[in-house]
């Protein structure tokens, strides 16, 4: 039974790629230094590896950037806008557009990478577009890794996944057409792999994990059964994670390849259907991915070995490996990097991250093979003592939060009123005018702001040095939003580093590592925190400073909170209950928050879930039930206020179209969303919905430094105003301003409020 590892974090155990790339970006180091340290990750990466006795050790998952981009260059599948680039300049290019004196193309468009907070190039694919074979990063990593005494099996993302996930850039065509013209350079490049004496490739086909069309299906078919005269003696891993085969198990399993993976993490049942299947002969190998690449938990020993063990008895061992659930780019890298401190200690010994991982593969690997090592038993024992103590830790049980959930009610997640019967009385109460204008809660983060905090959080300054501070930043913001005439305002979170790190921080059953660092995209990395016990609320987390705002204005100033299922999404979430919850834990607590602002006098709060749409699982059979708990929590934390106070939502990087029902279920008084990018086109769901409540379609993309003119909002909300009853519509940017700097936000805000009173007179 061989061990194996779907593939390794590449952004270094401090992450120094990121530093690396952006110091290469910014013109401070060469290319070649910046090879040099992307050679040096590389290779530690392999020998941690191998150091921990992994049989099966990925080449080619590293990456500079993102490895559809990376697949993008091997198959020569290059936008014309890039072709007249070369090298790392072309591949940037690529990633985030360049603008120099002779060049301007726009960037590829980035997406989520299925229900994961790592995000892809999307390949684009034109008619009859012609594909050639780059294969030179691929030997490269094969022959750095072999020159320190390690064979690797590269790993490259399927034909199929690779078509699905891009997008056509021309109608009258559909991208798996191009499959025929790309099987031959598959083909080359299993053939330049053979050359190299390498056994195994592992070729990732997580679209697997969704619903396919016949059309995928039949093209699967056709892939493979090409491959199988086409790869020159290779054998093929074929990999599908972040759920079961589902529907495609009969089409995955009749496939020509030696070795199948399964995510026995997201969906252990599969396993069942699986050795039970009349088409598992004897031949093919299955890999068990039984160590959870999504999460930080360390494994359970007892509950892997189960599963091991009973693919064993069907199989026998010498057709089973033993490995990861999916590639651990989804997990931090090293938890011995962690510094003892007070809150992570105990639940430290309760975490694994990839480099604690391997050792799990190892481990399990062994003991499946009945390796009778004394000390393997012993560890073992150890696993099961630690698991037994963490499900009985005090730190993880709260009885007054478990009771509260279990009394929940249908009424907990229930306005008092209707809606119509709300919106009546709001008018009345806060007397905006038509086309109110706000913002969507942040202001400019600025240099200034960022190094105050980290000054704070090093004890630096006192609390009292950084409050007077925020006061002075805070009372900035008020007042200028007072003097360009905006109708609702905003304190400007200056408080906040981040909108759940914010949270987590004052909620307990929260911790936060300090290295703890996930690729989310290019150089950026994210940390999210974990929910390792019942959430509760020792005392109120926003109050102060909302008040502190409404104190300095006469207008209202919004309450500035991030909703459950967000919490939830962007955070490492325990795997001891259901997710549905955890979630409702933290409804209560923000809950409770909402009361709060509104007892301190707040009249109008925001709830924010940009997190709804991508928390969506990856088959459509089970989004009814996702849908109906996370927007049942949104409800719970948004039903506990006085028909007169306002909730309002915000939802960012989102499409509405299949899910307007349940954001309607929602029932926020107002919902502010995305739109200027896609030109109102996003508001077409809520009017073939009738939407009937009030909403904010952003008039303004604030990605972007770019000041838009009062014209051109204007115009976007007139189109607005031609779909949806005017008397619904609120002003307001795309998102939060905290990634601009203050001129343009200025200039951009001012030309706003002057869009929203150029179109009242019109009235
Ligand atoms: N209130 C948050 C902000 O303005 C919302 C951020 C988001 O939607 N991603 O920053
Ligand atoms: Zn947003």
């Not at 905006?432 to 600025?446: A, E, K, M, N, W």
């Not at 930043?473 to 408080?495: M, P, R, S, Y």
């Not at 962007?570 to 834990?585: E, G, K």
Request: hydrophobic share 40%; net charge negative; glycine share 4%.
């Amino acid at each position: 039974m061989k061990s194996i590892v779907l593939g390794y974090p590449r952004i270094g155990k401090k992450r120094e790629l990121k530093k690396a790339t952006e110091a290469y970006w910014k013109k401070n180091i060469t290319e070649n230094q910046l090879q040099e340290t992307a050679k040096e990750i590389k290779k530690a990466n392999w020998l941690e590896q191998q150091h921990a006795g992994i049989d099966l050790i990925s080449s080619n998952d590293f990456s500079l950037y993102d490895q559809m981009l990376d697949m993008c260059i091997t198959l020569g599948s290059i936008p014309k806008r890039f072709q007249d680039l070369i090298g790392l300049k072309q591949y940037f290019a690529m990633a985030r557009g360049l603008q120099t004196d002779k060049v301007d193309v726009t960037a590829m468009e980035m997406t989520k990478w299925f229900d994961t907070n790592y995000h892809y190039i999307v390949p684009e694919f034109t008619t009859g577009q012609a594909f050639s074979l780059n294969p030179e990063k691929i030997i490269k990593e094969i022959r750095e890794a072999k020159s320190l005494g390690i064979e690797t099996k590269p790993v490259i993302i399927g034909p199929i996944t690779f078509l699905l996930l891009g997008k056509e850039k021309v109608e009258g065509f559909h991208r798996l057409d191009l499959l025929p013209s790309l099987l031959p350079i598959y083909k080359k490049l299993f053939n330049q792999i053979a050359a190299e004496g390498v056994e195994y490739v592992q070729v990732d086909e997580p679209v697997f994990a969704q619903d396919l069309e016949n059309k995928a299906q039949s093209a699967f078919k056709k892939a493979y059964s090409y491959f199988a005269n086409n790869r020159n003696g290779i054998k093929l891993i074929l990999a599908n994670y972040f759920d079961c085969y589902g529907d495609n198990l009969n089409l995955a399993l009749d496939l020509p390849v030696e070795v199948l993976h399964l995510d026995l993490v997201r969906c252990n049942l599969q396993l069942d259907d699986i050795l039970a299947h009349p088409l598992l002969d004897g031949q093919k190998i299955l890999s068990l991915g039984v160590v959870d690449g999504r999460n930080i938990w360390k494994n359970d020993y007892e509950k892997s070995l189960r599963l091991i063990e009973k693919a064993k008895r069907k199989v026998g061992k010498a057709n089973l490996w033993v490995g990861t659930s999916c590639s651990l780019l989804h997990s931090p890298v090293a938890l011995s990097l962690e510094k003892a401190n007070e809150q992570l200690d105990e639940v430290k010994q309760w975490l694994a991250f990839s480099e604690e991982k391997l050792s799990e593969v190892v481990t399990l690997q062994k003991l499946a093979n009945e390796d009778t090592d004394e000390s393997l038993l012993e560890e073992l024992k150890e696993n099961q003592r630690i698991h037994k103590l963490r499900r009985s830790s005090k730190l993880i049980h709260n009885a007054s939060v478990k009771e509260r959930v279990k009394n929940l009610t249908e009424q907990d997640a229930q306005r008092l009123s209707t809606f119509q019967e709300r919106q009546i009385i709001q008018r009345r109460e806060l007397n905006l005018p038509l086309f109110p204008t706000t913002t969507i809660g942040s202001f400019p983060q600025t240099q200034e702001v960022r190094v105050q905090r980290r000054k704070f959080k090093k004890n630096e300054i006192s609390s009292q040095a950084y409050d007077a501070f925020l006061m002075k930043e805070t009372e900035k913001a008020i007042n200028f939003q007072e003097e360009i005439g905006l109708d609702v305002l905003v304190h400007g979170e200056f408080e906040r580093n981040d909108m759940v790190e914010y949270f987590g921080e004052s909620l307990e059953g929260f911790a936060f590592t300090q290295f703890g660092w996930v690729q989310s995209y290019g150089t950026r990395c994210v940390k999210p925190p974990i929910i390792f016990g019942d959430v509760s609320r020792p005392e109120p987390m926003t109050v102060k400073w909302s008040s502190i705002a409404q104190s300095l204005s006469k207008k209202y100033v919004k309450g500035m909170l991030t909703g459950p299922v967000t919490i939830l999404q962007w955070s490492f979430v325990r795997n001891d209950q259901p997710r549905a919850v955890t979630c409702n834990q933290i409804a209560l607590a923000i809950r409770d928050e909402v009361c709060d602002l509104e007892k301190a006098g707040i009249k109008i709060i925001q709830i924010d879930e940009p997190a709804i749409r991508e928390g969506l699982p990856l088959r459509k059979d089970d989004w009814a039930n996702y849908l109906q708990w996370a927007i049942k929590a949104f409800r719970i934390s948004a039903s506990g206020v006085a028909d007169a106070t306002q909730i309002h939502t915000h939802m960012c990087y989102s499409e509405f179209n299949d899910i307007i029902d349940d954001i309607a279920g929602m029932d926020a008084d107002v919902i502010t969303i995305e739109t200027s990018r896609s030109k109102m086109e996003l508001l077409q769901a809520f009017v073939d919905f009738k939407y009937p409540n009030e909403i904010g379609p952003g008039v303004y993309d604030i990605h972007s430094p770019r000041v838009p003119t009062v014209q051109e909002m204007e115009n976007l909300l007139l189109t607005a105003s031609e779909l949806l009853p005017i008397e619904n519509l609120w002003v307001n940017p795309d998102c939060g301003l905290k990634t601009r700097d203050w001129p343009e936000t200025k200039a951009a805000l001012e030309n706003m409020v002057r869009a929203a009173k150029s179109l009242r007179q019109k009235q």
